[in-house]
């Protein structure tokens, strides 16, 4: 699979469903520097290429989503989510 097809299939892991699986498959962010800081703290973090994530709660009132990357539960803002490509698993 190139990389093209995968990120046109991928979606916002903002935008996942409850408990929906998925891979992480990149990142929707621009090249500025608080974007590039961004990337490299998520990444820390392990939402690297390939890896699985769920989100598992999502708090009411534009709070945060608890997903799950790899074996690891991290609290994340809505505009990070919305940053992160997933593509859903079937």
């Known amino acids: 699979m190139n990389t ?6 991928s979606l916002p ?3 996942l469903g409850l408990h929906q699986p ?5 990142f929707a962010l621009n090249a500025d520097t608080q974007d590039q800081e ?3 703290r998520l990444s ?7 890896e699985r994530v769920e989100v ?6 534009g709070g945060p989503l608890a997903v799950r990357v790899g074996t690891a539960t991290f609290a994340l803002r809505r505009p990070e ?3 992160v490509l997933v593509c859903p698993r079937g």
């Open 38 to 40: 961004l990337i490299l």
């Open 56 to 61: 598992i709660a999502k708090a009411a009132f």
């Open 44 to 50: 820390e973090l392990g939402f690297l290429a390939g």
């Open 4 to 9: 093209q097809s995968s990120i046109r299939a």
């Open 13 to 15: 892991l903002l935008e």
């Open 81 to 83: 989510a919305a940053g």
């Open 22 to 26: 998925a891979t992480v498959s990149g």
